[in-house]
């Protein structure tokens, strides 16, 4: 009975984590986002940037890959950067005031000046998590590089690496909400 029991669990475990390890890929403006993936407490939360659901190419969580696409592929792909982090991350009280252009982590505005990023959109996951969406004023020549330096500063949960779409390139532009 006893190992009948664990052996349940075992695999719900499995199944758990195979289901939270599942990238958004869906090119929607809003769509349900499984609260396990960043540790929240609400169950959903419908994410309103739509950078957030383009196609994921890389994530870096503490510098480490968790997915990677055809690196090879990354050449010439105009690319968003996708950052998400704490809500209370005390680099983030920069944004009080409304103001996006820089963070209060020294660190990290250097990251975004080498890699020639500027911050686009930010946007609110939970009562807990936010996320910021960032666009190279060119194209970066090592994104997998941005992405994990950038994963490395304290209280970012994950960066993503997403594809923007054709038809979002021509009007992507420099709006941030």
């Not at 929240?40 to 696409?69: M, P, W």
């Not at 990023?117 to 060119?138: C, Q, T, W, Y």
């Not at 992405?147 to 021509?170: G, Q, R």
């Amino acid at each position: 009975m006893n190992k009948l029991f664990c052996t349940i669990i075992g695999m719900l475990t499995l199944l758990l984590v195979a289901a939270c390890n599942q990238p958004a890929n869906t090119p929607e403006t809003t769509a349900e986002v499984e609260s396990s993936t960043l540790n929240t407490r609400s169950t959903q939360q419908k994410i309103e940037a739509a950078a957030y659901h383009y196609k994921t190419l890389a994530a870096f969580r503490d510098g480490e890959v968790q997915h990677l696409a055809d690196a090879a592929n990354l050449a010439g792909k105009k690319v968003s950067v996708v950052v998400l982090y704490e809500a209370l991350a005390p680099w983030a009280e920069a944004f009080s005031n409304g103001e996006y252009t820089t963070t209060g982590d020294d660190h990290l505005n250097g990251l975004m000046e080498v890699y020639s990023l500027a911050i686009v959109k930010r946007f609110a996951i939970d009562d807990e998590n936010e996320g910021l969406v960032f666009e190279p004023s060119a194209m970066i020549d090592d994104p997998i590089a941005a992405a994990k330096d950038l994963s490395l500063i304290d209280h970012v949960l994950m960066v993503e690496i997403k594809e923007v779409p054709p038809a979002e390139e021509e009007n992507s532009t420099a709006d941030v909400h």
